[in-house]
């Protein structure tokens, strides 16, 4: 007969290898463990602090032709006949925006290849 590495032990001790104490320790559990927050310093709220709520509206920014215009101190009937303004989109017609109306009164064309639609 081949001896056990593990002791003997009777059945109804607490120290038999097949029984394992529910509660080793009076004052430690697993639930309690759980449920004590592991440190009170970094104890943050949890979740989407926004949830719910509407998406704010993204800033309105200028586009480079309007900040030009600003610049130049031109009101909208003052386009046309502004010949800074004309040499300034003719030099940037295929980097910036544009409007069309003006393209269309200067006669200055945009190449396909810049704009995207080709």
Request: hydrophobic letters at 35%; a positive charge.
């Amino acid at each position: 007969m081949q001896k056990s590495a593990l002791p003997h032990h009777a059945p109804g001790s607490t120290n038999h290898p097949a029984m394992i104490p529910l509660h080793s320790h009076p004052t430690r559990s697993m639930i309690r463990l759980m449920a004590i927050p592991a440190l009170p310093g970094l104890n943050r709220k949890r979740g989407n602090p926004n949830w719910g709520r509407p998406i704010p509206r993204a800033p309105i920014l200028a586009t480079e032709f309007e900040l030009r215009v600003k610049q130049l101190q031109l009101t909208a009937e003052m386009y046309t006949s502004s010949r800074e303004l004309r040499t300034w989109c003719d030099r940037n017609r295929n980097r910036v925006y544009i409007p069309e109306w003006l393209l269309e009164k200067w006669d200055i064309t945009v190449d396909a290849i810049f704009s995207g639609t080709a």
